[in-house]
C-alpha cells in the first residue's frame, strides 16, 4: 500500500507565480481532501471530493485558489496568482468514504512563496 | 470561528507520566470524534476514535473520555514514553464525512 502520495514535497516560488500541487489518493478511496496547516490557523479544511465531484469548497479562501479531480487516481490543487500569506504546509488526504472512515493523509507540499 | 478547542497548546510530561488534553466542541450535529497523531515532517495519522454514545474507549496507553452533556472530550496518554512526542490534534466529524480538527497540542515527554 503506497498510501497517498504528493508532489512535490517542496515548492520556493516567487509572488504572483502559479503554483500546482499534486495529489494521488490511496487506490479505491473515493473521498480526497485537501487541508492547509500553518502555525497560526492550524489544520483548515480547504475543500474535499467525493467520486471526483467537489461537495465542499467553502474553505477555499479565495478565488485564486481551484482545485479539480479528473479522475479517481489525481488531483490537483492550483493557486493563481500565489502571495506570501499562502506560504503554509499543504496536505492531502484519501478516505473510503464510508461513514466515519479515518482519513489517509500524504507528507504534504511545504510551499513558501517569497 | 473555531468549531473545535482543544487545550493546553503545549505540553511537557516526564516520561511514564500521564499526558492529558482537553477538547470542546459546540455543534451538536457532530456525531464522531477522532484523535490524529503528527510526527514532524510527516501527515496527521489516526490514533483512536470514539462516538458520543460511548463515554470512554481505551486502546493500549491511550483512552478518550467524552462527556456528551458538557460538550467535551480529552485524550489520556498514559505512561507517557519520549516515541509518544508528537502534535495531537482532536478532531469532530458529522456524518456527511467533514472533518473539523482542533488546533493542536504538541506534546513533549523528557526522559
Known amino acids: 500500500d503506497a498510501g497517498v502520495i504528493q508532489s512535490p514535497r517542496h515548492e520556493v516560488t516567487e509572488m504572483g507565480q502559479e503554483v500546482t500541487l499534486r495529489c494521488k489518493p490511496i487506490?479505491?478511496?473515493?473521498?480526497l481532501f485537501w487541508y492547509r496547516q500553518t502555525m497560526m490557523r492550524g489544520l483548515e479544511l480547504l475543500i474535499y471530493?467525493?467520486?471526483?465531484?467537489?461537495?465542499?469548497d467553502s474553505g477555499m479562501p479565495e478565488d485564486r485558489f481551484s482545485a479539480k479531480m479528473p479522475n479517481a487516481s489525481f488531483s490537483t490543487l492550483k493557486i493563481q496568482p500565489s502571495e506570501p500569506r499562502d506560504s503554509a504546509v499543504y496536505f492531502c488526504?484519501?478516505?473510503?468514504?464510508?461513514?466515519?472512515?479515518?482519513?489517509?493523509f500524504g507528507n504534504g507540499t511545504r510551499l513558501t512563496v517569497t | 470561528q473555531q468549531q473545535v478547542k482543544q487545550s493546553p497548546q503545549s505540553l511537557i510530561v516526564q516520561k511514564g507520566g500521564i499526558s492529558i488534553i482537553n477538547c470542546a466542541y459546540e455543534?451538536?450535529?457532530?456525531?464522531?470524534f477522532p484523535w490524529y497523531q503528527q510526527f514532524p515532517g510527516k501527515g496527521p495519522a489516526l490514533l483512536i476514535a470514539?462516538?458520543?454514545?460511548?463515554s470512554e474507549k481505551k486502546e493500549g496507553r491511550f483512552t478518550i473520555s467524552f462527556n456528551k452533556s458538557a460538550k467535551q472530550f480529552s485524550l489520556h496518554i498514559m505512561d507517557s514514553q519520549p516515541g509518544d512526542s508528537a502534535t495531537y490534534f482532536c478532531?469532530?466529524?458529522?456524518?456527511?464525512?467533514?472533518?473539523?480538527f482542533g488546533p493542536g497540542t504538541s506534546l513533549s515527554v523528557i526522559p
Open positions: 455543534n451538536t450535529a457532530f456525531d464522531y
Open positions: 478532531a469532530a466529524e458529522t456524518s456527511y464525512d467533514k472533518v473539523i
Open positions: 487506490s479505491g478511496h473515493n473521498s
Open positions: 470514539i462516538r458520543p454514545d460511548v
Open positions: 488526504a484519501s478516505s473510503s468514504g464510508g461513514r466515519n472512515s479515518p482519513l489517509h
Open positions: 471530493f467525493n467520486n471526483n465531484v467537489p461537495i465542499d
